[in-house]
């Protein structure tokens, strides 16, 4: 708990230097771009939140590695451990961070660094996939070049996944948040310190983020927080497979189900229903959908803090469906039938979700969250 504490300061502290900098001579940390189709903001503000949260773990763990100094890397309690891990996530987030600060960075290369970052966490921490419960798949991840591909491609795709839900105030940063939470709980019903005290440590790096993100806006993850914070929740999930074989390989894949499904249908939409790239940026993800066709009945003004407010609104919609599936993976995080039965209850769900607001048919209860009036030029959503 006194590394939540600790990243928890350490982020909140770096994080306030940082919109303060900007504002004062940051031109270089802003992102001026507000027209873009995943853009939502009214104002330039600094996106490289993931100094902050990398400072704080940073800090943290290096707290717990002078603790127990005696320990490498393959068996460290805590500590050094976390240190290893932020050593090989730093690739991740070097090219992330670069990519906010020059915009020269293409998606390709990003994917290719967070890569780098994955193979290399393989080899040092010993966190390839070597199961899965799932047939056909157990016998591919029992060849080692196998398992390493794999690997290479969860983490990486996950990172992506978190990297491509971070488009509202407060919503990847919850939501990764959230999934932590789970990994700890699960971590120390199974006799884990090591995991949980990363997981917890994760938590508290970005709730120290998240204070000057939620609601207002004042700083962005960016592309360095983003792949960084995927890459991290990817591999803390790991290390808890390949140290406890009681827990269900299915478990990860459904605490990060919600961004991860959010990538996989985006790709299929963009791929088969639109036949574009699948690279190729919209502004129709589900959280841009509840933003403009749901949101637009709470607040409806074009005023910077109108938007902020109507920016800020739309996350916990989302913070509701992360949740829908890390509870039930919570509570049965050990029983692979009833984990693979609510991912394919998740992927309905999702997928009913998302076509009833694509046709102007939210559901009752998120219109009614969010009513108000409608003006004598507004047509009233069905």
């Not at 990363?198 to 207002?216: K, M």
Request: hydrophobic share 55%; proline share 6%.
């Amino acid at each position: 708990m006194f590394a939540l504490l600790v990243a928890f300061a350490v982020s909140l502290g770096l994080s306030l230097l940082i919109v303060h900098q900007a504002r004062q001579r940051g031109h270089a940390l802003l992102d001026h771009d507000v027209s873009g189709p995943q853009k939502f903001h009214a104002r330039p503000v600094p996106r490289v939140g993931g100094i902050g949260i990398f400072g704080g773990l940073l800090v943290a763990l290096g707290w717990l590695a002078w603790r127990s100094p005696e320990a490498g890397p393959s068996d460290a309690p805590h500590g050094a451990l976390g240190l290893a891990l932020l050593a090989c996530g730093a690739f991740a987030f070097g090219a992330g961070l670069l990519e906010d600060l020059t915009k020269r960075v293409s998606p390709g290369k990003r994917l290719l660094a967070t890569g780098a970052s994955a193979l290399l966490a393989a080899w040092w921490l010993d966190t390839a996939i070597t199961r899965t419960d799932i047939p056909g798949l157990d016998w591919l991840v029992s060849i080692p070049v196998a398992a390493m591909i794999l690997t290479v491609v969860a983490v990486a795709g996950i990172a992506n996944s978190v990297n491509i839900i971070d488009g509202f105030n407060g919503l990847a940063s919850m939501c990764v948040v959230i999934m932590l939470a789970a990994l700890a709980y699960v971590a120390f019903q199974v006799g884990d310190p090591l995991v949980g005290a990363l997981a917890l440590a994760g938590v508290g790096a970005v709730l120290g983020f998240f204070v000057w993100n939620f609601p207002a806006g004042l700083i962005f993850l960016g592309d360095g927080g983003a792949y960084f914070l995927g890459f991290f929740v990817a591999e803390v999930a790991l290390l808890l497979l390949a140290r406890n074989p009681g827990v269900s390989p299915l478990f990860p894949l459904l605490v990060c189900i919600y961004p991860v499904f959010e990538t996989l249908f985006s790709i299929y939409r963009r791929k088969f229903l639109r036949a574009v790239p699948p690279s190729m940026p919209d502004g129709i993800h589900l959280h841009s959908l509840i933003y403009r066709r749901v949101m637009r009945w709470a607040v409806g003004d074009r005023s910077a803090r109108a938007l902020t407010r109507r920016n800020s609104m739309t996350s916990p919609f989302l913070w509701l469906l992360c949740m829908a599936s890390v509870v039930p993976a919570v509570l049965f995080w050990d029983d692979t039938r009833v984990l693979a039965m609510v991912l394919v209850l998740f992927g309905c769900t999702y997928v009913v979700l998302y076509w009833r607001i694509v046709r102007f048919r939210s559901p009752r209860w998120m219109r009614a969250l969010v009513s108000r009036p409608a003006t004598l030029d507004e047509p009233r959503p069905r």
